[in-house]
């Protein structure tokens, strides 16, 4: 049977349709596309797609099962290793991870793993998520403070290995960045909160508004009785340029603007009591995933134009093709080599524009891409009524600066090895970007479960 060399296309939402609801863009694959992607796979047998896999999927065995129609078999195979299939399906860069090592992908495309994972989780969801069998109890008590993928991921595996864990997540529910950040239309919320069921029925303690470093710190949690702690508290500590105007009635944080939007569900607006205004010319400062998210989700509330401003090419642009894509698709317009030096106020303190300057690019910097330079005499005036800051977010510093002989980087991120997670603290763990820094959602997942091995072996030769 011949190769086919392009993947199964995903079928999707309309672009013009779309743009104006939050309903899910991405509308998954029918059995017959699924079966069609998986017959692509030619089962290799150096399997070099699982090195790309943080969490240690057994990739060609997963889509072999799905070959035979053994849906049940697939998804089985997939949660030997990841507790969130369904969210990683949809989220996960598989381009820059499992399919950036496929056999197949060096002349052809590769095959779409994440679109099969994606069917295999989304099978299991229709029918009903039955958890595994959890051994005896170890009579070990550990404290996973955040509820984000890497918490969520360190809290299912210490779980399922018969430890006793408590969750405790500072909002009024679980899930992190999967609930406030990434918006509705890429990641459904109760996907996510599907997945953060099959998480309790492992017998974990979730505790929402649950805010540790004020109702407890780390050191009190050990006092209390927990023998670990893991701390996967996030990024959420937005940043900002530092120019003048950052301050005017509507501007925003991209992780304000998506909060709102997301968790609060401003786009509900009356229903939910959470005003969001948003006006007719919004600017969205950056070109990461946040960034799309953000200019996309601003024409669904209501924005005639949306832009993404950002000082480097196209080239250079971080957010996933499929993202920047998708946010094209829509009429998203992209303003390049463009950066903000001031924003500016209508007489009433509401912004009415940005004072911008052209770039062009110099040599590759320490980030290996290509340095932005000013352009002498460039400015010029973007009239705009909204503008979004979306240029990258902080650890959240209430846990670190609330737990003493914990080390931090310069950063502020957690001090923690790589491979362990252990931090110079004894008994405290991290993990995901509060030791990274703003990275993936599947790198913060493996993260969480390398932490829950160590923690594991930890607690066995604990006396």
Same mark, same amino acid.
């Given at each position: 049977m011949p190769i086919i060399k392009e993947k199964t296309p995903m079928p999707?939402?309309?672009p013009q349709e779309r743009s104006r609801n939050f309903n899910e863009v991405a509308l998954g694959y029918t059995e017959e596309m699924a079966l069609k992607e998986a017959e692509r796979c030619i089962q290799c047998k150096n399997e070099p797609c699982r090195q790309g896999c943080p969490v240690e999927v057994d990739i060609p065995a997963f889509i072999l099962k799905m070959k035979e129609k053994d849906y049940d078999g697939a998804i089985a195979k997939i949660k030997e290793k990841s507790n969130l299939p369904a969210i990683c399906g949809r989220v996960c860069p598989q381009e820059s991870q499992c399919e950036k090592y496929c056999t197949l992908g060096k002349k052809n495309e590769p095959v779409g793993i994440g679109r099969l994972e994606r069917y295999a989780a989304d099978y299991e969801l229709n029918k009903g998520v039955t958890p595994p069998e959890v051994p005896a109890s170890t009579g070990k008590k550990v404290a996973v403070v955040g509820g984000g993928? %890497?918490? *969520?991921? !360190? %809290?299912?595996? *210490?779980a399922r290995l018969g430890h006793q864990v408590t969750l405790f997540e500072a909002l009024h529910v679980a899930g992190g960045v999967l609930m406030y950040g990434i918006p509705q239309f890429r990641l459904p919320k109760e996907v996510v909160q599907t997945e953060i069921d099959y998480i309790r029925k492992l017998g974990v303690d979730i505790r929402t508004?649950?805010?540790?470093?004020?109702?407890?710190?780390?050191? =009190? *949690?050990?006092?209390?009785?927990?023998?670990?702690? $893991?701390?996967?508290?996030? !990024?959420? *500590?937005?940043? $900002?340029?530092?120019i003048p105007g950052e301050n005017l009635n509507g501007v925003y944080s991209a992780n304000e603007f998506l909060t709102r939007t997301n968790l609060m569900k401003g786009y509900k607006f009356p229903e939910y009591a959470t005003p969001i205004k948003v006006g007719k010319k919004v600017a969205v400062v950056g070109a990461g995933n946040v960034a799309m998210d953000g200019a996309r989700t601003a024409l669904r509330l209501g924005a005639e134009e949306s832009y993404i401003v950002y000082r480097r090419s196209a =080239?250079?642009?971080?957010?996933?093709? =499929?993202?920047?894509?998708? !946010?094209? =698709?829509?009429g998203v317009q992209f303003k390049l080599l463009t950066s903000p030096t001031e924003i500016v106020a209508t007489d009433d303190g509401w912004v009415k524009g940005m004072t911008c300057v052209k770039y062009e690019l110099g040599e590759p910097d320490a980030s290996g891409r290509r340095r932005p330079i000013a352009i002498e005499g460039s400015e010029f005036f973007m009239e705009v009524d909204t503008v979004v800051m979306a240029i990258g977010q902080g650890p959240n510093p209430l846990v670190p600066t609330t737990t003493p002989g914990m080390e931090l980087n310069k950063k502020g991120t957690i001090k923690a090895d790589e491979e362990s997670g252990a931090t110079t603290k004894e008994g405290v763990f991290a993990g995901g970007d509060i030791v990274t820094g703003a990275a993936t959602v599947i790198l913060a997942m493996g993260a969480g479960k390398k932490a829950a091995k160590a923690i594991d072996e930890y607690l066995k030769n604990k006396a």
């Open positions: 999707s939402q309309d993928p %890497a918490s *969520l991921t !360190a %809290a299912a595996d *210490l508004n649950a805010v540790i470093g004020k109702i407890s710190t780390v050191d =009190e *949690l050990l006092e209390q009785g927990y023998d670990a702690v $893991f701390i996967g508290t996030g !990024a959420g *500590l937005p940043y $900002f340029m530092d =080239e250079e642009m971080p957010a996933r093709t =499929e993202e920047i894509h998708h !946010a094209e =698709e829509e």
